[in-house]
């Protein structure tokens, strides 16, 4: 740990004005890793794209013209290829919906409204569910995220219910099929079909179970579902119908994370229940996640108590700690995050990949560093 924070202090006198690693990330990220002329329409950059929206939206002054020129040059670059056609394409709009609302140009809500379109012909399950799959009917958790937050943007942008509505009934579904009532987690998917396939990544059959459940509890997957609850409930104005239905649903999923905790590293595992198995890691783009959702979750009066302050606490001194490195140009990136991921059994999820960098690891780093910054007045 000494190392990274030598590494950040020697940042700040350079060119690089960076005060902490959060800052760091940042220049990292725009700078070189995901520069807004690269930017590709995927989930990935989109997890990233919602925090350059987040800076813009609680920056300075002097900060909003810096994010809001990544944004715009992410979506303009983007435009021709802009489109809602499944969850993860989807994701990106939150973009084009944040620009009409801070530009007040025509063409980003025209494309933010193809991209709701395309969004309603997308696959529902029998229960009404937005499917994961463009050729089969599965709900995964991933898929909060994706719509979500552009959903939230859209509201934002419009001030129309309609887009809140959709959100919540779209949550309501996914919990009915992937909540776990004994732990509040949720699992990774739902089949609705009962088809023998194999996705691009997924274990082939693991949808072969009388409930038709996935059996695991991904802990990235978690960590989606907890960061879109977090967003909402700051969002939506507490006395709105939503909020007390976001903050149970919030409180419900963090109130056992602080036990799950590595409390030597700071981090939680890739498979969050299975805490110290053989073959079980410490991940860090969930622990990110978790941290920010429980740093929220305190920030807004859902939670209380120590054991959440430590937990919050041991993350934001773990990551750097643990899971950031040094690259050229004095830089820092994320390590210990677990590649793209589908369905599987334990196994499957502990063969998957451990790497550096991903935009949604260095996006969420970003998020909940942040936030813990802002909670203790460093910004």
Sequence with gaps: MRLILYFCLSLMGSSLAAQTWVDTLDLYARNEYRPAEKYAWNWMNAALLSVMVNRYDRGTDAEKPIYLAYVKAAMDNSYGKANGKT???????????????????????????????????IKRTPNGGVSHLKLFYELWDDTMFMIGEYLMQMYLATG??????????????HREELRDTTTNLWVHGWDADSKTHITFCSQNQWQK???????????RGNGWIVVTLSDALQIVSKDHKYWPEFAGYLKEMVSGLPALQDSAAGHWYQLPLRKGEEG?????????????????????GIVTGADFTRAVERAYLGLPAHSLVPVSGGYLTTQNVCK??????????????????????????????LAYERSKGLR
């Design 280 to 300: 079980n890691y410490l991940e860090s783009s969930c622990t990110a996640m978790f941290a920010y959702g429980i740093l929220t979750a305190q920030k807004l």
């Design 160 to 173: 129309d219910e309609k887009y809140l509505d959709e959100f919540m009934s779209q949550f309501r579904i």
């Design 209 to 219: 179970h009388p409930d038709r459940r996935s059996k695991e509890f991904w802990g």
């Design 87 to 121: 969850p993860n394409a989807v994701a990106s709009g939150l973009g084009m919906a944040f620009l009409y609302r801070a530009t007040k140009e025509e063409k980003y809500l025209n494309k933010a409204l193809d991209i709701y379109a395309d969004y309603l012909k």
């Design 340 to 369: 793209g991921t589908c369905i599987g059994d334990s196994q499957y999820y502990y063969a998957r990949k451990s790497q550096q960098g991903k935009p949604y690891a260095v996006g969420m780093f970003m998020q909940f560093g």
